[in-house]
């Protein structure tokens, strides 16, 4: 698809550290959080103005999910734009708690594990023709998967054995299988929980949670991308590589705990790549298709740029190419300086606090932001773009539907609901209108309903 | 949300921020290692049960 809809979920991990010695618990540090929220909205699960979902989702984590976005930037900006929502809901529920007597700060994290080795996600969604043979797409999408964290890990440090290793991936140990309509229970790296939030007749959603929750906006853009340029070849059918691996989950952990790159990945075919090679094969024939087809969009030639910088930086084993732009440089390269500085081993408490640290996402302390800050990592939108996401809807999709209909409602005082396809008068005649196509920024019907409401009943 | 209930403390407080950090870098230059010299400022500092207290129950 040259036009696709693309949306980010992502969980946050929460934690409230007491200086007062009073701790609260994961659930109700969450409860505090979301008081502005069921305030604004009668419930902790609310679609926004800017068109998103807001939400305590399993393990009350808060899930920020973005309003369906048909460009990169945008998604950036929208996916941005999620972290200073929390953030000020942060701020909120740290005076709140203030109020009522408890001394102390809530940190969040955008991360996917924490000390007890849970894991939480980054979900992304992918708009895909119905007509695409499932299995033919999964076949050829899960070996660049399984690969990807090269581009995009947000690096972590695990234990194996007795030794402390810094690797590409947060996710990667906590995948359990190739494709599965499981979420929690047994993870899969392609979820198949199939709601495309449009026509089903000719549309399906691709739900892929294998990814590490990303902090640069630049490894987004390749993340997102890359994936798309990748799903665009599959699309096509006209070019196949058979990659089919022989053990999916075997092979994502030994590729996460390689820094090198070459680790031999056994195919169904017999064949032994290493993980770089499956890299290049992908990379290379989406370089072949674009010749051919040309670029569908104004960023192609800076993915396809970033995306062989970073191979070519692995292969050379030097990383200074890319230890601005992709996360698990930025990462590594902050916390092997600073355990060089202060002669500690990966293993020091130290060392854990910085990798957690890093996805701290307070402007003033979070490691990632303090970079940033400096110049020593790259950005791709603006602050005033992030700003604007926070209210504003993506100009280009449904969810400009979705924003006029809950702002009209709103100042009407009225009851109504609003979720991905559905907008609902709760009052007097109108009923419920069902927006099916997420590419239409107009609907008709909606602008019956609100008109409906703007009337005495 | 509602551009009146999203709150305005934070605003004020990052502009300030970026302020302090552009008169921060006109001067020397601002790498890894000043950061690495004030990494130690910005961390809380028991470094062990700031990461053990950290656990959630798992998500998806």
Redesign the interface.
């Known amino acids: 698809m040259d036009r696709r809809i693309f949306g980010l979920e992502t969980?946050f991990?929460?934690?409230y550290?007491p200086s007062d010695g009073r701790r609260l618990t994961?659930e109700d540090a969450a409860r505090h959080l979301f008081r502005?929220?069921v305030a604004?909205g009668r419930s902790s699960n609310v679609f926004?103005?800017n068109g998103s979902r807001?939400y305590l989702?399993?393990?009350?984590?808060p899930e920020y999910a973005t309003a369906e976005c048909d460009q990169l930037l945008q998604l950036i900006a929208h996916d941005r734009a999620g972290e200073?929502?929390m953030?000020?809901l942060v701020?909120?529920a740290e005076?709140q708690l203030m109020e009522e007597g408890h001394e102390g700060k809530i940190?969040m994290?955008k991360n996917n594990v924490?000390?007890?080795g849970?894991?939480?996600?980054c979900?992304e969604n992918y708009l895909i023709p119905r007509k695409i043979e499932f299995k033919r797409l999964a076949d050829m999408l899960i070996p660049f998967l399984v690969t990807r964290q090269l581009l995009c890990g947000a690096g972590n440090l695990v234990q194996v054995g007795e030794e402390t290793k810094f690797v590409f991936s947060q996710r990667a140990d906590h995948m359990w299988e190739g494709v599965s309509s499981a979420?929690?229970r047994s993870?899969p790296i392609i979820n198949t929980r199939d709601e495309p939030h449009a026509d089903a007749e000719y549309h399906r959603r691709l739900h892929v949670?294998v990814g590490d929750s990303t902090m640069s906006e630049t490894t987004q853009l390749l993340k997102i991308g890359a994936t798309d340029l990748v799903l665009r070849l599959i699309e096509s059918g006209e070019i196949y590589h058979d990659l089919r691996l022989e053990n999916p989950i075997r092979s994502i952990r030994q590729i996460s705990h390689d820094f090198t790159g070459q680790t031999v990945v056994r195919l169904m075919g017999g064949d032994e790549p290493t993980a770089l090679q499956i890299q290049w094969v992908l990379l290379d024939s989406v370089k072949q298709f674009i010749a051919k087809h040309g670029a569908h969009h104004d960023r192609v030639e800076q993915i396809i740029e970033l995306w062989e910088r970073v191979l070519n930086a692995i292969e050379a084993q030097n990383f200074s190419a890319i230890d601005k732009d992709i996360d698990w440089a930025i990462k590594r390269?902050?916390l092997l300086?600073?355990a060089q500085?202060n002669s500690l081993e990966l293993s020091?408490?130290?060392l854990?606090?910085?990798n957690?640290?890093y996805h701290d996402i307070d402007?003033?302390?979070g490691?990632f932001h303090?970079?940033r800050?400096?110049?020593?990592a790259t950005s791709v939108v603006s602050d005033a773009q992030i700003r604007d996401a926070?209210?504003n809807p993506p100009e280009t999709t449904r969810a400009v539907v979705r924003s006029k209909f809950i702002k009209a409602a709103?100042a009407t005082g009225r009851r109504y609901s609003a979720d991905w396809v559905h907008m609902k008068y709760e009052e007097g005649q109108g009923g419920v209108v069902l927006c099916k196509d997420p590419f239409a920024t107009q609907n008709d019907q909606v602008d019956e309903l609100i008109e409906i409401m703007s009337k005495p009943v | 949300?509602?551009?009146e209930?999203?709150?305005a403390?934070?605003q004020s407080?990052?502009q300030d921020?970026?302020e302090q950090?552009q008169v921060n870098?006109t001067g020397q230059s601002?790498?890894?290692?000043?950061?690495?010299d004030?990494?130690d400022s910005?961390?809380?500092s028991n470094?062990?049960e700031?990461?053990?207290?950290?656990?959630?129950?798992?998500?998806?």
């Open positions: 969980e991990g929460l934690n550290v994961p502005p929220i604004w926004l103005e807001l989702d399993v393990g009350s984590h200073a929502l953030l000020d701020d909120q005076d940190f994290f924490d000390s007890a849970n894991s939480y996600g979900h979420t929690t993870r949670i390269k902050l300086g600073y500085k020091s408490h130290r854990a606090q910085l957690l640290t402007p003033s302390r490691l303090l970079l800050k400096r110049g020593l926070i209210f709103r | 949300m509602t551009q209930s999203f709150s403390r934070r407080e990052t921020a970026a950090i870098t601002a790498g890894v290692d000043d950061l690495l004030e990494i910005v961390l809380e470094a062990e700031f990461v053990r207290g950290f656990v959630q129950k798992g998500g998806q």
